[in-house]
């Protein structure tokens, strides 16, 4: 399977506030009648964001038995410098399918059993924002004479070597299903790794911005699940049970160099972690 894709959102808006209005019989129309200076009170922005995309997919299965698949994506976002806006992630993933060799036809009451092994990459763009790159914003007047103008400064820098942030995914599990598979188990153990996360780094404090977008940064999670299905009854009336458990946990693999850390903190401490006093007791 080959495919691709096209993504484009262009957002744009207008605000107007006024106070102090003599009548409200003329609810939000006739603004001009407000006895405050709208001038001042008049805003718009503009964001826009384009991605395009290519993918592959592969499947092939070998005598009913050994089952591979192979993934491709090549992305490009508007958002990254010129040099850094096209990333790879490629994936793959194998099963085995046991209940299918001829040795289980001594085992009848197994009716389904399979092995699988996956690893695979995607990209992530979206949790920096829509424009980290070098900005002018408003809000910076200046006085000549007596008079203040409305002025433009700098109010963001880009950083030529941001690039994607990828998500690294591991997992390994069992499909098994007995008696027709009126009874069946899943487990799952898996392996989830962030990198180059995509932050902000601050500047030094005589800097005259104060932060500047990058990649910094690496987060890990790891778990496994357990799911276990059951038909007790089936026919005209129904009856099934499922019983699920997990395990999940999310810790810091490295850290901002440019950030310090308390001295409680650890390197590798929970992402979520929360911090209090230790207590002498009551």
């Known amino acids: 399977m080959l ?34 200076d709208i001038q001042d009170m008049m805003n718009s922005w503009h964001i826009e964001r384009t991605k395009i995309s290519q993918f592959f997919r592969f499947n092939y299965t070998l005598k009913e038995r050994y089952l591979f698949s192979f993934v491709g994506r090549r992305d490009g976002s508007s958002i990254f410098a010129e040099n850094k806006k096209w990333g790879f992630f490629p994936g793959v993933s194998a099963a085995w399918r046991i209940s299918q060799e001829g040795f289980m036809k001594y085992l009848a009451f197994i009716s389904d059993l399979k092995f699988r092994v996956g690893y695979g990459t995607a990209g992530n763009e979206g949790s920096i924002g829509n424009n980290p790159w070098k900005l002018y914003g408003t ?51 898996y ?47 129904t009856w099934s049970t499922d019983f699920t458990i997990s395990t999940y946990d999310l810790n810091w693999v490295e850290r901002n160099p440019r950030v310090a850390l308390p001295s409680y903190v650890k390197e590798d401490d929970p992402v979520y972690a929360i911090y209090g006093w230790k207590l002498t007791g009551l």
């Open 139 to 189: 809000g910076y007047p200046f006085l000549i004479g007596s008079t203040v103008y409305p002025g433009v400064a700098l109010s963001q820098l880009e950083n030529p070597d941001l690039t994607w942030e990828t998500d690294e995914n591991f997992n390994i599990g069992w499909d098994l299903g007995l008696f027709k598979n009126r009874i069946t188990l899943m487990t799952d153990y």
């Open 191 to 237: 392996i989830k790794t962030k990198k180059d996360l995509l932050s902000y780094n601050k500047l030094p404090s005589n800097s005259a911005i104060g932060r500047i977008a990058d990649n910094v940064g690496m987060q890990r999670s790891k778990g496994w699940e357990l799911n276990i299905s059951s038909k007790n009854l089936v026919g005209k009336f």
């Open 3 to 36: 495919g691709a894709g096209y993504y484009k959102s262009y957002n744009y808006g207008y605000g107007l506030q006024a106070v102090n209005f003599f009548t409200d019989a003329f609810t939000y129309h006739n603004i001009e009648v407000s006895s405050d």
